[in-house]
């Protein structure tokens, strides 16, 4: 671990899952010290580096340091706190899912917004880049010796990642398109639903089940 | 740091797209490399997600060739493997940090060009311009402070700087295919810094042997 014992985080985000639910799980899973901040929007858009949110504050030794960009972030935590592998080849791999799964956010985006004669090009666009992606969790989790880890029999990075993105689509978006839960669900293999299961009984995790609530209930026996 | 025995296959599109500063970062890189362009779309399904571009490092023993893909990934993968984004984590972590505000800009200038709705269309546009208003202050910024010396960080050629000049090709010269109004609009707002920037990129010792299929950008910012 390359954090001291008095290094404290905060984590400034607004007061929803949105797109810092894999910062949240990547330093309750490294036991660190951390709080999250709630700023005042747009009051403090201004005070940030980006004048975008999330934005990650380290406090140690009476310095200060920020970090911006909520990829970014996840993969400097992943990093201080041994959740990406140190093998340059090995971490590329984890990193490209975060890098697909963000491009289906916003594909998700794009097909929600467009109009028109886009609108049915988008969806088909977001669909066929979900059922590649689901293909190559699948293909990747077919290779790992472990049936609750994508990689190796330890909690990473692209464990940490994956979680945090169907949480994302199953459990927030539909307050932007009520019915992507149910799309999104069906797209799910029993062995892909497994893997999100066995994250989330992850002993690292728990302390972020004191918060919210578990995937488990919203996936019902014929959903395997 | 990898084998210098390293070779590598970029796959792309005939066009600087997203894969220029991956370009760059092989040249600089100083390894052997090609590029491929492949049929598209009948070779989607042969990529490991369906998209270009795609880095294929050549395996030397026999084993499977290394295949890795995404834009932002090959990049950061080729900047740590040659040295150009530091192994100290809090230093790299703010170089990375700017890739991924471009991604932002990159993304909502492309659902502008989709917008075909007028209203959206401008409302796209609004926060496109917004959103590189904010990168172009946090840019110049780390360059003032930085000594406007024409990089970002420290005194040799880096990521940041790659990733940056990477952009201003696509906005400058490789978009403007799709938006007519993009290069005046974008070369109105570079300031200074950043213009220098992009001439000591363009005129390091590691790029310049590397001719961009659009041409000199430090041309292009002048014409």
């Not at chain 2, 270009?52 to 893909?69: A, N, Q, R, W």
């Amino acid at each position: 671990m390359l954090s001291g014992s008095d290094t404290v985080y905060v984590l400034r985000y607004f007061d929803v899952i949105g797109r810092a639910e894999g910062c949240r799980l990547l330093l309750t899973a490294a036991n660190a010290s951390w709080t999250e901040e709630h700023p005042e929007w747009p009051a403090e858009k201004a005070n940030q580096p980006f004048e975008r949110l999330p934005v990650l504050v380290e406090r140690s030794n009476g310095n200060e340091w920020i970090l911006c960009e909520s990829l970014t972030i996840e993969r400097y935590l992943a990093r201080v706190f041994g959740f990406m592998p140190t093998d340059l080849k090995q971490a590329a791999l984890q990193e490209q899912m975060a890098d697909q799964q963000a491009d289906l956010l916003s594909a998700f985006f794009a097909q929600l917004t467009a109009t028109g004669d886009m609108k049915p090009k988008q969806i088909d666009e977001f669909n066929t880049l979900f059922d590649r992606m689901v293909k190559e969790h699948g293909r990747i989790l077919s290779r790992s010796s472990s049936k609750q880890h994508l990689f190796g029999d330890h909690l990473s990075y692209a464990d940490i990642s994956l979680y945090a993105f169907y949480k994302l689509f199953i459990v927030y978006l539909k307050c932007y398109q009520s019915d992507i839960a149910e799309i999104v669900k069906s797209k799910l293999t029993p062995k892909i639903i497994n893997l999100i299961l066995s994250i989330e009984k992850e002993p690292q995790l728990a302390p972020h089940f004191s918060k919210c609530d578990t995937m488990a209930a919203i996936f019902t026996a014929k959903d395997f | 740091m990898s084998s210098s025995n390293a070779s590598y296959t970029l796959r792309y599109f005939d066009a600087i797209g997203l894969a220029e500063s991956s370009r760059i970062l092989l040249t600089a890189a100083g390894v052997e490399w090609t590029e491929e362009h492949p049929e598209w779309p009948q070779e989607k399904l042969n990529q490991p997600h369906g998209r270009l571009p795609v880095l294929v490092e050549k395996s030397t023993d026999g084993s499977p060739d290394f295949v890795i893909c995404e834009s932002s990934n090959v990049e950061r993968y080729l900047a740590r493997t040659y040295g150009f984004l530091p192994a100290d984590l809090k230093q790299a972590a703010l170089q990375e940090q700017l890739r991924d505000l471009i991604s932002d800009v990159v993304s909502l200038f492309f659902t502008q060009v989709q917008c075909k709705n007028k209203e959206d269309k401008a409302e796209f546009q609004t926060k496109f311009e917004g959103l590189l208003e904010t990168l172009i202050n946090v840019q110049t910024k780390l360059l003032k402070d930085n000594g406007n010396t024409g990089r970002m960080f420290g005194d040799k050629l880096s990521y940041a700087d790659i990733i940056t000049y990477g952009l201003y090709i696509k906005l400058v010269v490789g978009f403007v295919k799709f938006n007519a109004d993009i290069a005046d609009n974008v070369k109105s707002k570079l300031t200074p810094e950043i213009v220098k920037l992009i001439s000591t990129v363009e005129t390091d010792p590691l790029v310049v042997k590397y001719k961009s299929r659009g041409g000199s950008l430090v041309a292009a910012l002048s014409a």
